[in-house]
């Protein structure tokens, strides 16, 4: 590996063309790696920046398969991929990190939980249920009340596949699922840790994150948390705990809820680089994206120091966008200092879709948030015949 990228002839599979793959292949091309990307979509994101972008579904078998084996090592930015194909390609030699298996385990929330509580990990109370008359019946027998939040363990995603139950009147979800207590919640924060093959690991700054109560979207970030010394040490050891007991190298985002109690709960967690860490592009010493490229290569781990206070926002469509995108106000948001602009160049806005995002880095928290929000406030994700 470490002989291929020296040459530079090294090439890195990224399956899955979003913003976080656009974003990886542009670290990536920095050291010289030829980059090839699969999705199905032929305007994804990292189409443009990718040296070879090749068609496919990353559920179907052959698709992943025949992807892999064009490459020297398979990396990912989104977790509904297909596993066999992954498992297979890892039987014959192809590199993949994170493993296949670490994928199968995060794939399926109720692995996650059972995989916290054979770790002692801390997470909210659950069960299992495998469809809703199985719900039904708990409520009836009085096993379960009333409030209580359901997830289906697979393919959820931004807060799709998590419903909040309060009474008889809410929808269930259909199928698999898992039911969790109800948090409390005071915070919520997410920490991302790297390691490599040589087990060395390193965490990211803590962030916390506001989320829209409607779109269920992260609205705003900011690093770092406002949380305690204390806080931050049970977050970063709950990290390291996590991310050995997989034996995992790559990127690890873990998101957390901290009770009103002060009592600190694992959420989720993903393998990969994370909307979370958007920030560190500019506000941190080493990117997610340059650590997860050290971290896959089994190079040595960046510095994770924070550089300013920052805060990122997601840049979303307005809610009732749809059509070709139109950023109305771009010039607007860079006429105030220290914003910077992502674009991902998705074609199409609808409804609340992640469109880029702004970063702001500030001498204090409180003047990113209010130059962020004065960004926010000017640059407008609309559809072209809206303008
Ligand atoms: P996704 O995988 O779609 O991101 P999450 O599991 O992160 O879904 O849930 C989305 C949001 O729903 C969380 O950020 C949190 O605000 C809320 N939520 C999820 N689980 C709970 C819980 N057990 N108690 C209270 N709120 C929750």
Redesign the pocket.
């Known amino acids: 590996m470490i002989e291929k990228l020296s040459k530079a002839t090294l090439k890195l599979g990224v399956i899955a063309g979003g913003q976080l793959g656009k974003m990886l292949i542009q670290e990536a091309s920095k050291w010289g790696i030829s980059t090839y990307v699969l999705d199905p979509d032929n305007s994804c994101p990292a189409r443009d920046v990718s040296s070879v972008y090749i068609q496919g579904d990353y559920t179907d078998f052959d698709a992943v398969y025949e992807f892999g084996k064009q490459v020297d090592i398979l990396t990912y930015e989104i977790e509904n991929i297909n596993i066999e194909a992954l498992r297979q390609l890892k039987s014959e030699g192809i590199k993949i990190e994170p493993d296949p298996d670490v994928l199968a385990l995060i794939q399926d ?1 109720g692995y996650q939980k059972t995989f916290y509580e054979d770790k002692d990990i801390p997470t ?1 109370a659950f069960s299992f249920y495998e469809n809703t008359e199985q719900i039904h019946e708990a409520i009836d027998s009085g096993a379960l009340q009333y409030p ?2 359901q ?1 289906v363990r697979k393919g ?7 419903a ?1 139950i309060h009474s008889v009147e809410s929808s269930l979800l259909e199928g698999d699922s898992i039911v ?6 005071d915070k ?1 924060i997410a920490v991302t840790i790297a390691r490599n093959a040589d087990g060395d690991s390193r965490c990211f700054p803590a962030v916390e ?1 506001r ?1 829209n109560p409607q779109s ?1 979207l992260v609205e705003d970030l900011f690093c770092p948390a406002d949380i305690s010394k204390d806080m931050t040490k049970k977050a970063e050891s709950i990290a390291v705990q996590i991310i050995e007991g997989l034996d995992m190298i790559g990127l690890l985002a873990i ?1 957390f ?1 901290i009770d009103k109690a002060g009592n600190i ?1 694992v ?2 967690i993903a393998p990969r680089p994370h909307n979370s860490g958007h920030h560190t592009i500019e506000s941190v010493v080493t990117s997610q994206l340059e650590q997860q490229l050290r971290a896959i290569f089994n190079l040595p781990l960046g510095s994770t120091k924070l550089k300013m206070p920052t805060v990122m926002l997601n840049l979303l469509g307005d809610p009732d966008a749809e059509g070709e995108v139109y950023y109305d106000g771009f010039e607007k948001a860079l006429e105030i200092e220290g914003v910077k602009i992502h674009i991902y160049g998705k074609k199409i806005v609808r409804p609340h879709r992640k469109m880029g995002h702004i970063t702001v880095l500030a001498d204090s928290i409180e003047e990113a948030l209010s130059k962020a929000k004065k960004a926010k406030s000017s640059i407008k994700v609309i559809a072209c015949h809206k303008k």
């Open positions: 929330k909210s209580f939040v997830k959820g995603y931004d807060g799709q596949g998590v909040l969790e207590s109800l948090v409390d919640i919520e994150m989320f269920n998101e809820f709960l959420n989720e």
